[in-house]
């Protein structure tokens, strides 16, 4: 039976091509708001970080009435590193709408999300956005995504998808450019006539693919899901299977059950085929599981979630400085915040070291990471983690294999040849490279993760910050050798204390500052980047013996070049093996693992 009162949909896409903004559109000309409501931009963003740096982090769900027809819509997102978001949330949809923008066109993730979407024989819907900007060349899009959709082998059904124009922007589309344009009516209509209604059989026993994880502190976890057969009710007896986990039946009771409703979950009592709902109430669900009626308990098939590439380490901070800008700061506090992660991202793992006073994570990408730490930051953690590492594999024949990533790099012409040898260093293979005839050029590389690890930094200074660099996970490949990371060395603080204008004026000829006078520092802190390959030690609290010749206005002389202040993702590039990086609400700091200048050299000449 089909529920043709229904329409699930996903909205994929590279980053940047304005998914996000599309579904606000969608919301606002369905009536979602008042007339008068006002609503912040990218309303579907709704965490800090994804708000500030305008990207899509975890996938949200949303629905919108059009002529009494609901649409669930869900948002997902666009970069690589959360892609394992984008694989679960498909199995709760009939069809997707591929948003690719007018100017970019085809790029690496659009390739990645669509290739997951023909996989499960989706239909798929092109939206080409931004065809409001100056330079988009819309016709030519379309050209591009037949051929990617030749490449990936889709159905003739597939190659003969919709393709609706769009600003997002502007909150119009058209089926034809030369339509006048008036609101988003014509994408309405395209997803009902071309995304088919959820199917089930209504009589046969429930079963409900939990395919994302809420969490709410109030509730705990909260299982979204697609009723995929029978119904679902609230103070319905089930149980909970996992189709890669055989042994699991659980029983379990629905406390709470939610649809969604624009912006907001609705308590309903009962939900049937095809409805996303979301369930509360059972505390130990994942990703992955079914509910089912006791009478028929059949696990729905679910593919393994991607294993993560790349780990860090978080460590309680034991600086000179521990403990005094943090709220949360012993390694209990550090080790419930990371396991509670994992409430919500399917993609970390945490793991317990030796000492209690260490954890290993592991994410998809440094931005994965960084993400987690910024947030931490921001809720008053102090701790500390070194620098990140790729996780090797070994195959049957006992060789060492690394994760290997595509990068489809963009840059003007003149650029270019020191991209090429960067990348070269950094064991990148170049596989193909095209001029597009404005003067810029496309390059294809096949480079080890680790060789792009504190890369990107680098690459905008290179390219004069006009180039655009986008990877994604190609699989697992021979190790290709060592990589040296950094060519300069670091400037070390020789002693506890707080900087000095006249020590820092003597130290800043051997290479860029991080600090300016009056931060405070302690032995074995990086205080700045030496411009040759050694460390060098230096007292920056040093000042000036007051005698009869030297007056102390004469120190009002020494000019001090600004310090070069770094971002959190820049200090995690620069940080070598040897080091960590300490990190609290106020401040971030860079400091040796060994503090104690002997230890440490100790402890080289033993590593060499």
Request: a negative charge.
């Amino acid at each position: 039976m089909k529920r043709e009162d229904i329409r699930n949909i996903a909205i994929i896409a590279h980053v940047d091509h304005g998914k996000t903004t599309l579904v606000d559109e969608l919301l606002k000309q369905s009536g979602v708001f008042r007339a008068n409501q006002t609503v912040a931009e990218r309303v579907m963003d709704s965490g800090d970080i994804e708000r500030e740096r305008g990207i899509t982090i975890l996938s949200k769900n949303t629905a919108v009435t059009y002529k009494d027809i609901k649409i669930n819509i869900i948002d997902t997102p666009g970069h690589a590193d959360f892609g394992g978001e984008v694989e679960r949330v498909l199995k709760m949809v009939n069809g997707v709408i591929l948003v690719v923008d007018a100017f970019e066109g085809s790029m690496p993730q659009t390739k990645f999300v669509l290739r997951k979407a023909l996989e499960l024989e989706l239909p798929v819907i092109v939206c080409i956005n931004k065809i409001d900007r100056p330079e988009a060349r819309p016709m030519e899009v379309i050209d591009e995504v037949l051929e990617l959709l030749m490449d990936l082998d889709a159905s003739d059904a597939q190659l003969d998808c919709p393709f609706v124009f769009a600003s997002a922007r502007d909150g119009y589309a058209v089926l034809n450019l030369e339509d006048e344009p008036k609101d988003m009516t014509p994408l309405f209509e395209t997803i009902i006539n071309s995304i088919p209604a959820p199917e089930g059989d209504p009589e046969a026993g429930t079963q409900v693919l939990i395919s994302t994880i809420d969490y709410n502190e109030y509730v705990g976890r909260i299982g979204v899901g697609k009723v995929d057969n029978g119904s679902i009710r609230v103070n319905q007896e089930m149980v909970m299977v996992n189709h890669h986990d055989p042994d699991q039946c659980k029983k379990v009771k629905i406390s709470k059950l939610y649809e969604f409703d624009g912006l907001n979950k609705v308590d309903v009592t009962k939900a049937d085929i095809g409805s996303i709902v979301a369930i509360s109430g059972i505390a130990d669900i994942h990703i992955g599981d079914t509910l089912c009626s006791p009478e028929h308990p059949e696990p729905i098939p679910f593919q393994k979630i991607s294993e993560p590439t790349i780990a860090m380490h978080f460590l309680v901070n034991d600086s000179p400085l521990a403990g005094k800008e943090g709220k949360y700061v012993t390694s209990r506090h550090l080790r419930d915040r990371l396991f509670r992660e994992l409430n919500t991202d399917v993609s970390l793992r945490v793991e317990e070291t030796e000492t209690t006073e260490c954890f290993k994570v592991s994410g998809r990408g440094e931005l994965h990471l960084s993400v987690l730490i910024e947030n931490m930051r921001r809720e008053g953690y102090e701790f500390a983690v070194s620098k990140a590492e790729v996780l090797y594999r070994t195959d049957e024949r006992g060789h060492k294999l690394e994760p290997m990533e595509r990068a489809y790099i963009d840059v003007d012409d003149e650029y270019s040849g020191n991209v090429i040898q960067k990348l070269g260093e950094r064991k990148g293979e170049l596989l193909n490279m095209s001029s597009n005839g404005s003067g810029s050029t496309r390059l294809e590389f096949l480079i080890p993760a680790r060789g792009l690890i504190g890369y990107r930094g680098e690459f905008l200074t290179d390219t004069k910050g006009t180039g655009v660099l986008n990877t994604i996970f190609e699989g697992y490949g021979p190790y290709k050798g060592d990589i040296q990371y950094r060519k300069q060395g670091s400037l070390i603080a020789f002693e506890a204390g707080e900087t000095i204008t006249y020590g820092l004026f003597n130290a800043q000829e051997r290479g860029a500052l991080f600090i300016g006078p009056g931060e405070k520092v302690y032995a074995g802190m990086v205080i700045g980047q030496n411009g040759k390959a050694e460390d060098i030690e230096l007292n920056v609290c040093k000042t000036k013996k007051l005698t009869n010749t030297r007056s102390s206005s004469a120190d009002e002389a020494l000019k001090l070049t600004p310090p070069r202040v770094l971002s959190l993702e820049q200090c995690l590039e620069f940080i070598d093996t040897d080091e960590l990086l300490e990190i609290t609400p106020k401040s971030l700091r860079i400091r040796k693992k060994i503090l104690d200048p002997t230890l440490r050299k100790r402890a080289a000449m033993n590593h060499k």
